[in-house]
């Protein structure tokens, strides 16, 4: 449900965003969404709150989405539309909004201000949220993938991806977890 940006026909994201118009992007993905469930499969939208129009800050893979406040109404435009229409899931991705949530260096995916606030009590969002692989370095180059991951589930997501396949840092999240609990 990103965005594409104005003038951006070409690069990574571009093929998997259906367009540089807000309403379009959501019209268009709530309609895949729609034909994914009729199809038997749960849709997903990602990537909360958009990761379409970030930058990312010196070398440290952090990746900000600092819009000024109407172009960034403008990108969550779908992701409202969506949770509106009640679809099943929604992936909290990497991005900081420093404008929404004053810890600047916080992506949205551990973000309580952006899950439990904006999503979940503004919103009034039921459905599953999923924190993004919390061991990427966009989120792990600001804090460690165990803190993350308990962030996370204190933010109001309801499972977390965790994509090392490194026996001992999935034993270290799940104790993370575990003591949190």
């Keep these: 449900l990103d965005v594409l940006p104005e003038g951006a026909a070409s690069g990574a994201m571009a093929p998997r965003l259906f367009g540089s118009n807000q309403a379009l992007a959501a019209t268009l993905g709530i309609a895949f969404a729609d034909g994914v469930l009729e199809g038997g499969a749960v849709p997903v939208a990602k990537y909360y709150p958009g990761l ?50 004053s810890e600047s260096l916080r992506p949205a995916a551990v973000s309580p201000v952006l899950i439990k606030g904006l999503l979940r009590e503004r919103w009034n969002y039921g459905g599953v949220v999923l924190a993004d692989n919390v061991s990427q370095k966009a989120i792990a180059s600001t804090r460690p993938a165990e803190k993350a991951a308990v962030e996370a589930l204190a933010a109001g ?25």
């Design 52 to 101: 379409g129009q970030v930058r990312k800050v010196d070398d440290a893979e952090v990746q900000v989405l600092d819009a000024e406040l109407k172009q960034l109404a403008d990108l969550l435009y779908p992701f409202n539309e969506a949770a509106t229409h009640g679809i099943a899931g929604l992936l909290a991705g990497p991005a900081t909004v420093p404008r929404v949530d």
């Design 157 to 181: 997501c309801d499972a977390v991806l965790f994509l090392d396949p490194a026996p001992d840092q999935v034993r270290a999240v799940v104790k993370a977890i575990e003591d949190a609990i």
